[in-house]
């Protein structure tokens, strides 16, 4: 695995291949065509991590939807525990009377999803839902209106498909377990 090469990671398996990652992805947008079929959907990915995951389950969608991207600034050993975030880049289009959906990579606390839904709540749009790639029930603070789960996860470090280590693996096309770094 070239691409890991620079952060020197010793992965210890394969947790969801291309093949599998590929299908949840098709049954999604399937499910999300569905659900929101006659209505007026804006998506809005969290960038970075959940670029790859953003782009491949709104090709997946056959109906018009608007499409936007939020990013966070990582403020370190802070955003996790505490919620508290800083927004690097902010949504551009109008979301207001719409149906809203956050594209997130992964979902562990649910601090900084709730922080996002509180910011994007003062835009006033019809309602809001979550899509995650991944979610981790064991360490979700709080109640969150997660409406599509790719895969639940536990507390392995992963790498892969838009996760990353000090900013190495997310070009992976599938989601690894690593053994931990500091």
Same mark, same amino acid.
């Given at each position: ?6 952060? *020197?990671?010793?992965? +210890?398996?394969?947790?969801?291949? +291309? ?6 992805? %098709? ?7 569905? =659900?929101?079929?006659?209505? %007026? ?32 600034? *990582? ?11 800083? /927004? ?5 289009? =109008?979301? $207001? ?9 992964? /979902? ?12 994007? %709540?003062?835009? *006033?749009? +019809? ?24 895969? $639940? ?17 997310? *070009? ?11």
């Amino acid at each position: 695995m070239g691409i890991l090469d620079e952060g *020197n990671f010793t992965v +210890k398996q394969t947790v969801f291949d +291309k093949d599998k990652i590929r299908k949840r992805v %098709e049954e999604l947008g399937r499910q999300i065509t569905e =659900d929101y079929k006659g209505k %007026e959907l804006a998506m809005i990915g969290v960038i970075n991590g959940a670029l790859y995951f953003f782009a491949d389950i709104t090709r997946e969608i056959d109906m018009p939807v608007l499409i936007d991207t939020i990013g966070f600034a *990582n403020i370190p050993d802070t955003t996790s525990k505490t919620g508290r975030v800083k /927004i690097s880049k902010n949504v551009d289009i =109008d979301i $207001e009377g719409k149906d809203v959906l956050i594209v997130e990579d992964v /979902i562990r606390t649910g601090l900084t999803t709730a922080y996002l839904i509180s910011n994007l %709540e003062l835009q *006033n749009p +019809k309602s809001i839902g979550i899509c995650t790639m991944l979610l981790n029930p064991d360490r979700l603070l709080l109640n969150l209106p997660v409406k599509y789960t790719g895969f $639940e996860i536990n507390d392995s470090w992963l790498l892969g498909y838009g996760l990353d280590r000090k900013g190495i693996g997310r *070009n992976l096309p599938e989601i690894v377990s690593i053994e931990h770094q500091s």
